[in-house]
């Protein structure tokens, strides 16, 4: 299973990012999907999340800015992120938690995509 990120770049504040994220391999389905964030010196860190079936889980810094879609038919996630401002600065990595046609699961991480806020 490989994880392909892209949508990164260099924005000036207030702008906007579309990320995409595209799993590709022996998939039976996802179980779950997210975006998580590293910016320079901190920690990664959740910015949102969707489970199958269940309502999209956004913390606090990506509530009311960004949006967390997916297309099953592509194996595909995606991240809008609206408004952006310096702080949103990171690295941007995907996540998918995927169950392979052999009957085991594990999440896997996308390379990741930066994401640079600035004017």
């Known amino acids: 299973v490989q994880l392909q990120a892209s949508g990164g770049g260099l924005v000036q504040p207030g702008g906007s990012l579309r990320l995409s994220c595209a799993a590709s391999?022996?998939?039976?389905?996802?179980?779950?999907m997210g975006w998580y964030r590293q910016a320079p010196g901190k920690q990664r860190e959740l910015v949102a999340s969707?489970?199958?079936?269940?309502?999209?889980n956004y913390a606090d810094p990506a509530r009311g800015r960004f949006t967390i879609s997916s297309d099953n038919a592509k194996n595909t996630v995606y991240l809008q992120m609206n408004s952006l401002a310096p702080e949103d600065t990171a690295v941007y990595y995907c996540?998918?938690?995927?169950?392979?046609?052999?009957?085991?699961?594990?999440?896997?991480w996308g390379q990741g995509t930066q994401v640079t806020v600035s004017s």
């Open positions: 969707l489970t199958g079936g269940g309502s999209p």
């Open positions: 996540n998918i938690f995927i169950l392979r046609y052999d009957g085991t699961g594990r999440d896997y």
């Open positions: 391999g022996s998939i039976f389905s996802i179980k779950s």
